[in-house]
């Protein structure tokens, strides 16, 4: 890791002297956070069809942003902080490719997903599902599972799922828009 990386987390990583309270919401914040996240998603099936179509796109967007970290991850082992030395570990954790972050990556992409999908109010879409989202990154580094740049990388692989998500399910409904192609006039087989 190069210096700066090693900086800002050591910046953000939690220490002995960091209060209990604190370090108990960065645990819930990387574990629990998520789920409530993905089951927050759930009541837009009832909200009708440009609901539903936010969901469908989210979760595309959050496959997407999964299938590639893991893609990433199969060609690339980056070692994690605690395996280095660096900080301290405060929430149990195997010792895995860190590189890009699976919970910034799919954290973005759901965030980013909402927003881009939103029927209304992309605004408030961007500050609470954003907010949720970097909560997730945050805890991370704060919990010495991750350097910032593996955070980084995961928030742009996000964003970018979240937009290709959005572009795939563009064109598949300008497919089916699409007039039938018809034989010209004279053309038929006989």
Same mark, same amino acid.
């Given at each position: 890791?190069?210096?700066?990386?090693?900086?800002?987390?050591?910046?953000?990583?939690?220490?002995?002297?960091?209060?209990?309270?604190?370090?108990?919401? @960065?645990?819930?914040?990387?574990?629990?956070?998520?789920?409530?996240?993905?089951?927050?998603?759930?009541?837009?099936?009832?909200?009708?069809?440009?609901?539903?179509?936010?969901?469908?796109?989210? @979760?595309?967007?959050? %496959?997407?942003?999964?299938?590639? %970290?893991?893609?990433?991850?199969?060609?690339?082992?980056?070692?994690?902080?605690?395996?280095?030395?660096?900080?301290?570990?405060?929430?149990?954790?195997?010792?895995?490719?860190?590189?890009?972050?699976?919970?910034?990556?799919?954290?973005?992409?759901?965030?980013?997903?909402?927003?881009?999908?939103?029927?209304?109010?992309?605004?408030?879409?961007?500050?609470?599902?954003?907010?949720?989202?970097?909560?997730?990154?945050?805890?991370?580094?704060?919990?010495?599972?991750?350097?910032?740049?593996?955070?980084?990388?995961?928030?742009?692989?996000? %964003?970018?799922?979240? %937009?290709?998500?959005?572009?795939?399910?563009?064109?598949? @409904?300008?497919?089916?828009?699409?007039?039938?192609?018809?034989?010209?006039?004279?053309?038929?087989?006989?």
């Amino acid at each position: 890791m190069t210096r700066i990386d090693t900086w800002l987390f050591l910046s953000i990583n939690a220490t002995a002297d960091t209060p209990n309270w604190l370090i108990a919401l @960065g645990r819930w914040v990387s574990t629990d956070l998520p789920l409530l996240a993905i089951v927050a998603l759930v009541p837009l099936v009832l909200f009708g069809p440009d609901s539903r179509r936010q969901l469908l796109g989210v @979760g595309l967007a959050m %496959v997407l942003a999964w299938l590639t %970290v893991r893609g990433i991850r199969e060609t690339v082992h980056v070692a994690r902080p605690f395996e280095l030395g660096v900080g301290q570990q405060w929430l149990a954790h195997a010792a895995s490719a860190s590189f890009p972050s699976f919970h910034a990556a799919v954290a973005s992409a759901w965030a980013a997903g909402l927003v881009l999908f939103a029927p209304r109010h992309p605004r408030v879409w961007l500050l609470v599902a954003g907010a949720l989202a970097l909560a997730i990154a945050w805890s991370r580094v704060f919990l010495g599972l991750h350097f910032v740049s593996d955070i980084a990388a995961g928030v742009v692989l996000g %964003v970018a799922s979240a %937009v290709t998500a959005r572009q795939c399910l563009a064109w598949v @409904g300008r497919r089916r828009a699409a007039p039938a192609l018809r034989p010209m006039a004279g053309s038929e087989t006989r």
